[in-house]
């Protein structure tokens, strides 16, 4: 079973910076997705970043050139790093790993992880 630990969220100013970090145990094999996905208060849960195994990187158009994700395949660690922070940034903020893990009988299967959130918080 493969589980993420967020960390990095606050409370910041506009203009401000945070950066997200999203760390994941387990018996890894692979990871083919990783994204981070945020919620505020009465909206739905919707993609911010999202990076592919492949490398390639998208991007909800109200953080292009603001947030940038990144991984750390060493540490299995998936970090957003968020610019120039607006108070309509303001949301929980998970992460979501899919991937394979190594489980009973030493088989590989399909994961599909979410983090607990993080509160990210911007004043105006």
């Known amino acids: 079973q493969v589980q993420l630990v967020e960390s990095g969220g606050g409370l910041v100013q506009a203009g401000g910076s945070l950066r997200l970090s999203c760390a994941a145990s387990?018996?890894?094999?692979?990871?083919?997705?990783m994204g981070w996905y945020r919620q505020a208060p009465g909206k739905q849960r919707d993609l911010v970043a999202a990076m592919h195994s492949s490398g390639s990187t998208n991007y909800t158009d109200s953080v292009k050139g603001r947030f940038s994700i990144s991984r750390d395949t060493a540490k299995n660690t998936v970090y957003l790093q968020m610019n120039s922070l607006k108070p309509e940034d303001t949301a929980v903020y998970y992460c979501?790993?899919?991937?394979?893990?190594?489980?009973?009988?030493?088989?590989?299967?399909?994961?599909?992880?979410w983090g607990q959130g993080t509160q990210v918080t911007v004043s105006s």
């Open positions: 387990g018996s890894i094999l692979s990871i083919n997705h």
């Open positions: 979501n790993l899919q991937g394979t893990s190594l489980g009973s009988g030493y088989r590989a299967y399909p994961f599909n992880s």
